[in-house]
């Protein structure tokens, strides 16, 4: 998304995530952001930051990003506070 390429940098990371949809959870988070920044669709962007969590559970930043999201979607706060009791060594 440097140099104000959104839409192609989006293209890149969908055909990315289409190419090897068990690996890269970079590429998930990246075009997850992208979904919701640029194509401004929460839900997409959400199952992609949700499949870059699954990929790599110990990324604390995509959890956090999750979160972001899911207070933007109006989740509860109770709901967003169970998800995240269920990764204490991340939270903290």
């Given at each position: 998304?440097?140099?104000?390429?959104?839409?192609?940098?989006?293209?890149?990371?969908?055909?990315?995530?289409?190419?090897?949809?068990?690996?890269?959870?970079?590429?998930?988070?990246?075009l997850?952001?992208?979904?919701?920044?640029?194509?401004?669709d929460?839900?997409?962007?959400?199952?992609?930051?949700?499949?870059?969590?699954?990929?790599?559970?110990?990324?604390?930043?995509?959890?956090?990003?999750l979160?972001?999201?899911?207070?933007?979607?109006?989740?509860?706060?109770a709901?967003?506070?169970?998800?995240?009791?269920?990764?204490?060594?991340?939270?903290?």
């Amino acid at each position: 998304m440097d140099r104000l390429q959104r839409k192609e940098a989006m293209e890149c990371w969908q055909e990315a995530t289409r190419r090897d949809p068990e690996g890269l959870p970079t590429a998930h988070r990246n075009l997850g952001l992208a979904l919701v920044n640029v194509a401004k669709d929460d839900n997409a962007g959400w199952r992609s930051l949700e499949k870059a969590f699954v990929l790599d559970p110990s990324d604390a930043r995509v959890l956090f990003e999750l979160d972001q999201l899911a207070k933007r979607r109006k989740e509860s706060p109770a709901s967003r506070l169970e998800r995240l009791q269920t990764f204490p060594a991340l939270v903290s």
